[in-house]
């Protein structure tokens, strides 16, 4: 069985200043990882994945997330912050090689200060 | 190309009516999913399907019903609608094989009264 945990469900960061949101995934199988983000009353967007290549994934809009198997996370990071990166994100896991379902976190919502 | 286009956008059903949420992808992808997003749960997926003739239950399938008879469209019918189905419906199409990416399409946002 598959599952993911996002450990902060509300991050609030200052335009300028780093971004941090984790995540941590629970897989039998070697995974395959995502991060979504969805702006308010939108879709989801798809940030980056980890399919067993590179450990650091980067992504568009400046994002990229680090595949740490020892500590089974893959937190998603941002050196700075723009007003434009406030939204819900959701981390997402899935068995990889396999048409397997995807397993969505609870989402963590980025709220960006001025 | 389109990606994949849900309608209605929008939805307001009484207690016990019916309806048929529309999902088409032009992606050629054999792999298409229903999901439903309420608040601070995630999404949780209703029905999925590997391909043309082949559907399944996800993890909240109950009150819904799939048919895929084609690869282009999966249609989500809710039999007797109920409050606790008041939801945004998204559903995605993915790349099996491929990129592994699932593509979302923009959503149904649903209120059942």
């Known amino acids: 069985a598959q599952s993911v945990t996002q450990l902060d469900s509300h991050v609030s960061v200052s335009e300028g200043t780093p971004v941090l949101l984790r995540c941590n995934y629970s897989?039998?199988?070697?995974?395959?990882l995502f991060w979504y983000v969805q702006h308010p009353n939108k879709g989801l967007q798809l940030l980056l994945k980890y399919t067993s290549a590179a450990t650091l994934v980067k992504g568009i809009n400046g994002f990229e997330a680090e595949f740490k198997k020892s500590e089974t996370s893959f937190h998603l990071t941002k050196p700075s912050a723009h007003m434009s990166d406030a939204a819900e994100y959701f981390c997402?896991?899935?068995?990889?090689?396999?048409?397997?379902?995807?397993?969505f976190g609870t989402g963590t919502r980025l709220q960006v200060t001025l | 190309n389109a990606g994949v286009t849900q309608t209605p956008k929008f939805q307001v059903l009484k207690t016990g009516q019916s309806m048929t949420l529309q999902c088409a992808q032009d992606m050629n992808h054999e792999y298409m999913s229903w999901y439903r997003q309420d608040p601070g749960m995630g999404l949780r997926l209703i029905h999925y399907?590997?391909?043309?003739?082949?559907?399944d239950q996800g993890e909240v399938p109950n009150g819904y019903n799939v048919s895929r008879s084609t690869t282009e469209d999966f249609p989500l019918r809710l039999l007797s609608a109920a409050p606790s189905q008041t939801s945004v419906y998204f559903c995605?199409?993915?790349?099996?094989?491929?990129?592994?990416?699932?593509?979302f399409g923009p959503g149904t946002r649903l209120t059942v009264l």
């Open positions: 997402v896991v899935s068995e990889s090689g396999t048409a397997s379902k995807l397993t």
């Open positions: 995605a199409s993915r790349d099996v094989g491929g990129t592994d990416t699932q593509y």
């Open positions: 897989s039998s199988y070697s995974p395959s």
């Open positions: 399907s590997v391909g043309a003739g082949i559907t």
